[in-house]
Each structure stands twice: as structure tokens, then as C-alpha cells.
């Protein structure tokens, strides 16, 4: 009885590699690949499956190079990225784009007992309109060039910046935050050592004043704030192909 469960439970494991996801592929690595990605502009993370998670991580590969050997599995195989963006003239600004579906991966066939490199599409490869945002949601990044701590709120709760792992953004700190909803600029507050401070109200763009009541999707708002209590707007920038850095 035993010897028949395990013939049983060998041919679902069997049954499982060879037909997971409509790809064929070996039970063991047999091969090696490598991720060129020498035409990039960005830094590139690789994965196994569509969910992108870390269990399906397989690299981190900067612009301008080749990743290192990985041992893989003969057969077909798709590859999923997502590109961490970078911004010109905002420092310490980033965010993972996924691209849409279809120009977000790469099939490859993989050859056993060689190595095989994948070359990564641009980021410019995979924008359908190089007008388009890359983004729905609005950013904000927060410098504190003052001598205490700044949190921000919204309403009374207070909101855990993206890059940190506590909510107080200490002094020659930089907090960087992602508006998912809520775009209304009134809905949010600096919190410094004696109270609260709100956003500006107006900006000046190309010697044009403008209000700020919402923040835009696809857009970055540079603030800081100093020891003289001033909290201002230093950038505005649309998240567009051509204001990533290194973008030609």
C-alpha cells in the first residue's frame, strides 16, 4: 500500500512540473541564463511569475549590465520585469513601474546544457506613447532640512513613508509617500515639534503662479521644510518617459 501512495504521489509531481501554467520545462536545472541589460536606462527586477513576489524573484539587475549566471531549467520560460524608475534633477526619488500586459515579459526558449542570455526591452521598448503617465498615483517627497523631526498626517492619522520604516522623518532626512486616493491637498499636514503646518497653497511654475488644491496623478511634488518654519514646493514633475533619468 505504501509503494503504491508514493508511485501515486511521483506521478503528480511529475504531472505538476510538466504541465504548471501550460510550460514545459526540466525537474532539475539543467542550463544556465544571464539578463542583458546593457540598453537600459533603469535598474530592472526579474521574475518567474506574474504575481512578483519575493519567493519569485530571480534578479535585480542595474542599467548599463549583465547580471551574473543563474542555474535554470531547460525548455520554455517567461519572464516577468518591473522597472524601478528614477526622475531627472529629483535625488532619491523611485518607484516600480510594471508595464502593461504583454510588453511587462519575455518568452524564451531555453537550451539545456548552455547558457542563454535574455536581453531586458528598455523601458522605452515598452511605453506604447511616450506621452503617457506611468502612473496613477500621485508622489510626494518630503526633505527636512530643519533641526527636528516632521511627520506627515492625514486627518489625525499619521502616514509611514514609503522609504522608512517609522513615520517621523528626521532632520536631513527625506520621506518619499504614494497617494493612492485623497488628492485633496487640504486633507494633509505637516506635523513638526510645536504643532502642524499645512501645504502650500500656490506655487510658481515657469513665472506663472498657480493654486494647489489636488495633487495630479502621475506626478511628483518636491517639497522641504526648514528650521525657519518654511515648508515649500521645490518641483512639480509628470511622470513621463522623458523626465525619467537618462532618457533620451
Given at each position: 500500500?505504501?509503494?503504491?501512495?508514493?508511485?501515486?504521489?511521483?506521478?503528480?509531481?511529475?504531472?505538476?512540473?510538466?504541465?504548471?501554467?501550460?510550460?514545459?520545462?526540466?525537474?532539475?536545472?539543467?542550463a544556465i541564463i544571464a539578463f542583458d541589460n546593457t540598453k537600459g536606462t533603469c535598474t530592472v527586477i526579474v521574475?518567474?511569475?506574474?504575481?512578483?513576489?519575493?519567493?519569485?524573484?530571480?534578479?535585480?539587475?542595474?542599467?548599463?549590465?549583465?547580471?551574473?549566471?543563474?542555474?535554470?531549467?531547460?525548455?520554455?520560460?517567461?519572464?516577468?520585469?518591473?522597472?524601478?524608475?528614477?526622475?531627472?534633477?529629483?535625488?532619491?526619488?523611485?518607484?516600480?513601474?510594471?508595464?502593461?500586459?504583454?510588453?511587462?515579459?519575455?518568452?524564451?526558449?531555453?537550451?539545456?546544457?548552455?547558457?542563454?542570455?535574455?536581453?531586458?526591452?528598455?523601458?522605452?521598448?515598452?511605453?506604447?506613447?511616450?506621452?503617457?503617465?506611468?502612473?496613477?498615483?500621485?508622489?510626494?517627497?518630503?526633505?527636512?532640512?530643519?533641526?527636528?523631526?516632521?511627520?506627515?498626517?492625514?486627518?489625525?492619522?499619521?502616514?509611514?513613508?514609503?522609504?522608512?520604516?517609522?513615520?517621523?522623518?528626521?532632520?536631513?532626512?527625506?520621506?518619499?509617500?504614494?497617494?493612492?486616493?485623497?488628492?485633496?491637498?487640504?486633507?494633509?499636514?505637516?506635523?513638526?515639534?510645536?504643532?502642524?503646518?499645512?501645504?502650500?497653497?500656490?506655487?510658481?511654475?515657469?513665472?506663472?503662479?498657480?493654486?494647489?488644491?489636488?495633487?495630479?496623478?502621475?506626478?511628483?511634488?518636491?517639497?522641504?521644510?526648514?528650521?525657519?518654519?518654511?515648508?515649500?514646493?521645490?518641483?512639480?514633475?509628470?511622470?513621463?518617459?522623458?523626465?525619467?533619468?537618462?532618457?533620451?
Amino acid at each position: 500500500m505504501h509503494i503504491i501512495k508514493l508511485f501515486l504521489c511521483l506521478n503528480i509531481l511529475a504531472w505538476m512540473f510538466t504541465s504548471c501554467g501550460g510550460s514545459s520545462f526540466s525537474a532539475t536545472t539543467d542550463a544556465i541564463i544571464a539578463f542583458d541589460n546593457t540598453k537600459g536606462t533603469c535598474t530592472v527586477i526579474v521574475y518567474s511569475a506574474p504575481e512578483r513576489t519575493e519567493y519569485n524573484k530571480i534578479a535585480i539587475v542595474p542599467a548599463g549590465i549583465i547580471s551574473g549566471n543563474l542555474d535554470w531549467y531547460s525548455g520554455s520560460a517567461v519572464f516577468f520585469f518591473t522597472y524601478n524608475i528614477t526622475m531627472k534633477d529629483i535625488d532619491g526619488f523611485s518607484f516600480n513601474y510594471i508595464p502593461e500586459l504583454g510588453n511587462d515579459q519575455i518568452y524564451r526558449q531555453i537550451n539545456a546544457n548552455r547558457k542563454t542570455t535574455i536581453r531586458i526591452p528598455s523601458l522605452a521598448d515598452t511605453i506604447f506613447m511616450p506621452d503617457d503617465l506611468l502612473s496613477d498615483n500621485s508622489y510626494l517627497l518630503i526633505r527636512n532640512n530643519s533641526s527636528y523631526s516632521v511627520s506627515l498626517f492625514r486627518g489625525i492619522v499619521a502616514i509611514l513613508p514609503d522609504n522608512l520604516s517609522y513615520h517621523e522623518i528626521n532632520p536631513e532626512e527625506w520621506g518619499q509617500y504614494t497617494i493612492t486616493n485623497n488628492f485633496i491637498v487640504s486633507s494633509y499636514e505637516l506635523q513638526y515639534s510645536t504643532g502642524f503646518i499645512k501645504f502650500p497653497s500656490k506655487y510658481i511654475l515657469d513665472q506663472q503662479v498657480y493654486d494647489l488644491i489636488n495633487f495630479e496623478r502621475g506626478t511628483v511634488y518636491v517639497f522641504s521644510y526648514n528650521s525657519r518654519g518654511y515648508f515649500s514646493l521645490d518641483d512639480i514633475k509628470e511622470i513621463k518617459l522623458i523626465n525619467t533619468a537618462d532618457s533620451k
